[in-house]
């Protein structure tokens, strides 16, 4: 058999990169290889709405890559899963560039000289949003959006309760703090706290995990990590590295 992608393949193994190309990777992968050059992988969708924001926040020059907008596939944190992509990828263009930026895994990801792999040394990438200074001045925020700015030292007041209860609960079933690195922070304290914090409020849940990146532009500058410049830079690397279609 024959597949045509980019230049004629012989096809002698089911186990072939371009079996698994013709199964499980869609025409529009290719287009946009071509197109971009290069590939970035992440866990979900809200990974890369919080680069964005945070690179917007340090006026990061892969905030124009981050922008594009770029060619991202999600892999669910699964190293294997981005491999198996990445490589039936380049049957196509041999020059494709990647980068992947996971959570937290139980072991470090093989290293491969084609395919960079980076983890999050902190549990999960909201682990980066989560300081005490950062959901007070969300609160206050919130009182500003919602039109009710005269409230906002109370409705920090409220987010200040309900980060105290929610760290108490941790803190009662020998939980990692809230500010651990070991936390998972969505599940574990933000979720909880939202959830509390607009219980208090007397008003529906207007914050998920979808809208978490909101969070980035409240980090004080102070707070910040500086891996996360570490990981902008990686990205816009990757970026550089790109040969794309001329």
């Known amino acids: ?13 089911r186990r072939s990169q371009v079996h698994k190309a013709l199964r499980d990777v869609g025409f529009e992968h290719y287009y946009q290889a071509e ?60 020059d494709l ?34 300081q005490k200074e950062t959901l007070l001045a969300f609160a206050g925020d919130q009182a500003r959006v919602q039109g009710v700015e005269v409230l906002a030292d109370a409705w920090r007041s409220t987010m200040e309760d309900a980060i105290a209860e929610i760290e108490t609960a941790l803190g009662s079933l020998g939980r990692p703090s809230p500010w651990s690195a070991d936390i998972k922070a969505t599940d574990d304290f933000l979720d909880p706290v939202f959830k509390k914090f607009y219980e208090k409020l007397g008003l529906p849940n207007l914050m998920r995990k979808t809208d978490y990146h909101v969070l980035a532009r409240h980090v004080p500058i102070a707070s910040l990590d500086v891996e996360i410049t570490e990981k902008l830079d990686a990205i816009l690397e990757a970026s550089r590295r790109a040969q794309p279609r001329t």
């Not at 058999?1 to 193994?13: L, Q, T």
């Not at 959570?103 to 990801?109: A, G, H, I, K, V």
């Not at 983890?119 to 989560?130: K, P």
Request: aromatic residues 10%; hydrophobic residues 40%.
């Open 35 to 94: 197109e971009m050059g290069w590939v970035l992988y992440l866990e979900g969708s809200t990974d890369l709405s919080i680069l964005q924001a945070f690179a917007a926040l340090l006026h990061h020059p892969a905030a124009i890559p981050l922008a594009r907008p770029p060619f991202v596939h999600y892999v669910g944190n699964q190293p294997s899963r981005a491999r198996d992509h990445f490589y039936a990828l380049r049957e196509a263009k041999g």
């Open 97 to 130: 560039a990647g980068l992947a930026l996971y959570d937290r895994l139980s072991s470090e990801p093989a290293s491969d000289p084609e395919l960079r792999h980076l983890v999050w040394r902190r549990n999960e990438i909201e682990n980066y949003l989560s």
């Open 1 to 13: 058999m024959i597949a045509f992608v980019g230049k004629p393949h012989r096809m002698d193994s």
